[in-house]
């Protein structure tokens, strides 16, 4: 049996607060270039999964968006504070640091470390944020420790400094 996967989700905002009483949520957009349009799906990520609704309506200002199915303060209130995506799948132009999301970091040893979930830019250095086992961890992204890329298999290889991931020797 083929097994069908969630397309690839790049994160594109957050929902910060409802608008009226019919469902409509107000949007704080983190990239402009990639504001989506009415007709669009725009994947809201719900316990770590994208689910899509078709964008109904938007204001003029892009900032509040009418989602089909969300038809009350009640649905609204539900999906406060979520981050919203596109499928990377259809945007053309995918920002870099969206290119590995989703790929399995891969150290020298050949150890699978994790899944990369995002990249996240901290003031001086882009920090991957790698679920692994059952926790959370955040690793330096420095090409200078890329040793392979393969976009087949979707991994990323990289030779990690001694002790930076120690799955041995961590707090729940």
Not at 102 to 131: C, H, K, R, T, W
Request: with cysteine; aromatic share 6%; proline share 8%.
């Amino acid at each position: 049996m083929t097994q069908i996967l969630p397309p690839p989700i790049i994160p594109i905002g957050r929902i910060t607060s409802k608008h009226g009483y019919k469902g409509s949520l107000n949007i704080l957009w983190d990239d402009d270039d990639l504001i989506p349009e009415p007709g669009d799906y725009l994947y809201v990520l719900i316990n770590e999964k994208g689910v899509p609704f078709l964008i109904e309506e938007m204001s003029k200002s892009l900032e509040i968006v009418k989602l089909q199915f969300i038809d009350s303060e009640t649905q609204a209130e539900e999906i406060l504070g979520l981050t919203v995506g596109l499928d990377q799948n259809t945007v053309d132009d995918v920002p870099p640091q969206f290119q590995i999301n989703g790929f399995q970091l891969v150290s020298a040893e050949g150890q699978v470390i994790g899944q990369i979930e995002s990249l996240e830019d901290y003031p001086g250095q882009i920090m991957m944020n790698i679920v692994c086992e059952n926790r959370k961890i955040l690793i330096p992204f420095v090409e200078e420790w890329i040793t392979q890329i393969n976009e087949n298999d979707r991994t990323l290889h990289m030779d990690l400094p001694d002790g930076l991931v120690d799955p041995e020797n961590h707090e729940d």
